[in-house]
């Protein structure tokens, strides 16, 4: 079954960032949040992959801001310049997707700290940067938005997801700290939380033999993996007044994976 795309007309002419934009699923809420009538932010530290996909975002669109940044979540400077100068084209900032992410999958006794270390540097130490950053201009206006993604993976756990799970329970319980902490401000935080989807990558690596998107959608309830729109939709609803009373949560979208507590692990 195929539905239209949700809209919520509040979120027309909003300025709205979102990091790990050039591909997955950032770029899929990116799209979403340009259709929507947004103002659009793309970062993202491949500015290549940025250049090449912001045309498609932009056509039809003259009215729109859609701008990109080429910058590394964990670069504080980087990020508060690329905030600052998209505030001074849009006049605001409604809303901050903290979405780029790695995943360091490996046996816990095999994973190297260099890995370990990325992963707490793109997946926590850059969503606090990106959080706080968009916090400091959000709480000298109107209040806003923040958005992390966290995953299924930071509300259970998996083999060889050592750096991958520990970072993304870390988000989740960060996210609801700043809940907490910004609600004065009129900011609302909520955490994403995506089961598997049906990603470019997870097309990949499904076609290398390295996972088993069948075996995925037998152990999912729902009997099939995310897609990016599930995903994009979840987040302009968190971030549309619709939900003004939503925060501090860790919103799970994964077809049932977490609740089914009698299924076999997929491997």
């Not at 360091?104 to 997946?123: E, F, H, I, M, Q």
């Amino acid at each position: 079954m195929t539905t239209e795309p949700a809209i919520y007309p509040d979120l027309r002419g909003r300025s709205v960032c979102v990091t790990g934009a050039a591909r997955g699923l950032g770029l899929a809420m990116a799209e979403a949040y340009a259709r929507a009538g947004c103002h659009v932010l793309l970062m993202d530290i491949d500015g290549d992959e940025l250049d090449r996909v912001r045309p498609g975002l932009a056509a039809g669109r003259p009215d729109r801001v859609i701008a990109t940044a080429a910058a590394p979540v964990s670069d504080e400077d980087a990020v508060t310049a690329a905030l600052t100068g998209f505030v001074a084209r849009t006049g605001e900032l409604s809303v901050m997707v903290c979405n780029a992410g790695v995943s360091a999958n490996a046996p816990s006794l095999d994973l190297g700290l260099d890995r370990w270390n990325t992963a707490l540097d793109v997946n926590l130490t850059g969503v606090f940067v990106c959080a706080r950053a968009a916090a400091r201009i959000m709480r000298e206006g109107d209040g806003g938005v923040v958005l992390t993604t966290s995953s299924m993976y930071g509300v259970t756990a998996g083999p060889e997801r050592a750096a991958y799970c520990a970072t993304k329970s870390a988000v989740a319980a960060l996210t609801r700290v700043l809940a907490v902490e910004w609600a004065p401000f009129g900011i609302r935080a909520n955490a994403l939380a995506p089961g598997y989807v049906e990603t470019d990558l997870v097309a990949q690596l499904s076609a290398e033999g390295r996972l088993d998107t069948e075996a995925l959608r037998r152990r999912t309830p729902r009997g099939r993996l995310g897609s990016p729109g599930d995903i994009a939709q979840l987040a302009l609803f968190l971030s549309s007044e619709v939900s003004a009373n939503i925060t501090g949560q860790v919103v799970v979208s994964d077809g049932g994976w977490t609740a089914d507590g009698y299924a076999v692990a997929a491997g």
